[in-house]
C-alpha cells in the first residue's frame, strides 16, 4: 500500500545506484584493468601472477533486477488492486527516472567512447529499462516511448541502442495504440532523416510487426509495409540496406503467416520486393545486416530475460 510506496520513492537513489552498480576505471587505469583480465584469461593465476577475488560485478545489478521484477509481476498484473495502486505508481516512476537519466547523460556527454563510464552507466540504466518496460501501464508507456525515442537521437554504442530499440518494441507491443503516435511519425518522408535513428526506426518498425499477434499484423503491415519500402529507394547506403532488409522480413513474415488481406491490398509492391531480393543491394551487404545482432538474430519477447539484458547483449557488441 501507500507506506510500501513511501519507501520506496525514498529508496529510489539506492535502487538507481544498484542498477548502475560496477567498478569504476579511469581512463588511464583501463589499460591496467584489460591487461589484469588478459591474466586471468590465460588460466596462470595459480602462479600467484594477480590474486582472484571471485567478485561479480553485475550481482548487485541482477539482484535489483530480480527484487524490481518480482514487485512488477505482483502489483503491475492486477491493475484492479487499490491497495496496490500507489506501490505501482511508484514503480511506473522509477521506470521515468530511469529515462530522464538516460536522457540527462545524453545531453551532457553525447559522444562518449565504448567502455567509458558514461557508456557503460547509461548501459546498466537502460538494462533496467528494458526489464520494465515489459509492465509498464498505458500512461507510463506513453512517457516513455517518448523519452527513448527522443534518446535514440543522440550518438549511442551499439550495445545502448540496442537495448533502447528493445525498450520501445516491448512499449509498442505491450500497448499497439502508441503505434500511430510514437513510431508511424517516425517512418514518414519528412522525418528526422539522421542516420543512427532512421536505422532504429526501421529496426524497431520490423521488430513490432514479428512480434504482434497474427490478428494484429494485418492492419499494422498494410500501414506501415508501404512506408518502409520508401525509404528503401534512399539516397544514403545504410538506410536503403536497413529498409530492404526490414521490407524482406516483413513480406516473408506475411506469406509464413497467411495474411491474404496484406499479400492482396499490397501485391503492387510484391514486384519491388522480389527485385529487392534477385537484384538489389541486399545480398552484397548480407553481412553488415548480419553484424546488427538485435536486427538479424534477436526476438524481442522470446529472448527477454535477465541473462540477455545483463550479459548477453553487451557480450554481443564488444
Known amino acids: 500500500g501507500w507506506m510500501a510506496a513511501t519507501c ?20 588511464n587505469m583501463r589499460v591496467f584493468y584489460d591487461t589484469e583480465k588478459f591474466v586471468h584469461s590465460l588460466n596462470i593465476v595459480k ?3 594477480c590474486g582472484e577475488s571471485g567478485r561479480v ?29 500507489e506501490l505501482k505508481a511508484a514503480l511506473m516512476e522509477f521506470s521515468i527516472h530511469l529515462a530522464d537519466e538516460v536522457a540527462s547523460i545524453s545531453l551532457k556527454c553525447p559522444h562518449y567512447h565504448v567502455n567509458s563510464m558514461t557508456h557503460r552507466t547509461k ?26 525515442m527522443a534518446a535514440l537521437q543522440s550518438d549511442n554504442q551499439l550495445s545502448v541502442r540496442y537495448l533502447l530499440e528493445w525498450a520501445v518494441c ?14 508511424l511519425p517516425h517512418l514518414l518522408p519528412d522525418a528526422d532523416k539522421r542516420l543512427g535513428r532512421m536505422c ?16 494484429a499484423k494485418n492492419a499494422y503491415y498494410q500501414r506501415v509495409l508501404p512506408l518502409v519500402l520508401r525509404w528503401a529507394t534512399s539516397h544514403h547506403f545504410v538506410v536503403r540496406l536497413y529498409a ?44 553488415k545486416i548480419e553484424d546488427n545482432v538485435f536486427f538479424s538474430r534477436m526476438n524481442v519477447c522470446n529472448d527477454f530475460s535477465i541473462e540477455v ?9 564488444l
Open 123 to 148: 548501459l546498466r540504466l537502460c538494462q533496467t529499462l528494458v526489464l520494465l518496460s515489459q509492465w509498464a501501464d498505458q500512461w507510463t508507456a506513453g512517457r516513455l516511448c517518448g523519452r527513448v
Open 244 to 287: 530492404q532488409a526490414s521490407a524482406v522480413r516483413m513480406w516473408g513474415d506475411c506469406v509464413q503467416s497467411g495474411l491474404v488481406e496484406v499479400l492482396d491490398s499490397l501485391c503492387h509492391l510484391e514486384g519491388f520486393i522480389h527485385f529487392i531480393q534477385e537484384n538489389g543491394e541486399l545480398e552484397k551487404s548480407k553481412r
Open 57 to 85: 560485478d553485475s550481482a548487485s545489478r541482477v539482484i535489483m533486477a530480480k527484487f524490481l521484477l518480482r514487485v512488477a509481476s505482483v502489483y503491475c498484473q492486477d491493475s484492479t488492486a487499490s491497495q496496490d495502486s
Open 170 to 183: 516491448l512499449l509498442l507491443l505491450g500497448h499497439p495504440s502508441l503505434l500511430h503516435a510514437h513510431l
Open 200 to 215: 532504429s526506426s526501421l529496426t524497431i518498425a520490423l521488430h513490432t510487426g514479428l512480434g504482434l499477434p497474427a490478428p
Open 309 to 317: 539484458c545483463v550479459c548477453v547483449c553487451m557480450c554481443v557488441c
Open 8 to 27: 520506496f520513492n525514498r529508496l529510489q537513489s539506492v535502487a538507481t545506484a544498484a542498477c548502475t552498480f560496477g567498478p569504476i576505471y579511469k581512463k
Open 47 to 49: 602462479n600467484g601472477v
